[in-house]
C-alpha cells in the first residue's frame, strides 16, 4: 500500500461512493491548475474549457474504459500582440481591509 498509515480509513471511501467522486473530482481540478501552471511557465498558453460535449469527447478517446473527462486544455504559442494589455488594478487599501 501506498500510505498504510490510511488503510484504516479506506472503509470509509469504499462504503460512500459519492465521497469518493467528489474527492476525486476536486483533487483532478488542483492538478489541472498544476498543468496550466507548467504550460505557461515553458512560454504556452493555456486555456481551460468546460463547455464541450462531453459525451463525444468520452466516447472518442476514452471508450469504454470508464474514464471520463473533466476539462479540455488548449495548449499552443501565443501569436505576437494577441493579448489585451493589462486592465487597471484595485489598490491594496482599496481591496482590503485589516482587522
Same mark, same amino acid.
Given at each position: 500500500?501506498?500510505?498504510?498509515?490510511?488503510?484504516?480509513?479506506?472503509?470509509?471511501?469504499?462504503?460512500?461512493? =459519492?465521497?469518493?467522486?467528489?474527492?476525486?473530482?476536486?483533487?483532478?481540478?488542483?492538478?489541472?491548475?498544476?498543468?496550466?501552471?507548467?504550460?505557461?511557465? =515553458?512560454g504556452l498558453s493555456a486555456?481551460?474549457?468546460?463547455?464541450?460535449?462531453?459525451?463525444?469527447? %468520452?466516447?472518442?478517446?476514452?471508450? %469504454?474504459?470508464?474514464?471520463?473527462?473533466?476539462?479540455?486544455?488548449?495548449?499552443?504559442?501565443?501569436?505576437?500582440?494577441?493579448?489585451?494589455?493589462?486592465?487597471?488594478? =484595485?489598490?491594496?487599501?482599496?481591496?482590503?481591509?485589516? =482587522?
Amino acid at each position: 500500500a501506498l500510505a498504510p498509515w490510511a488503510e484504516e480509513r479506506m472503509g470509509h471511501f469504499e462504503e460512500n461512493p =459519492l465521497v469518493r467522486e467528489t474527492m476525486a473530482r476536486n483533487n483532478s481540478f488542483i492538478q489541472v491548475g498544476y498543468f496550466i501552471m507548467a504550460a505557461r511557465a =515553458l512560454g504556452l498558453s493555456a486555456g481551460p474549457m468546460s463547455g464541450f460535449n462531453h459525451e463525444a469527447l %468520452d466516447a472518442r478517446f476514452h471508450g %469504454d474504459s470508464g474514464q471520463h473527462a473533466l476539462v479540455v486544455v488548449n495548449l499552443g504559442y501565443p501569436h505576437e500582440g494577441s493579448f489585451r494589455p493589462r486592465s487597471g488594478r =484595485l489598490s491594496t487599501e482599496t481591496a482590503t481591509r485589516t =482587522l
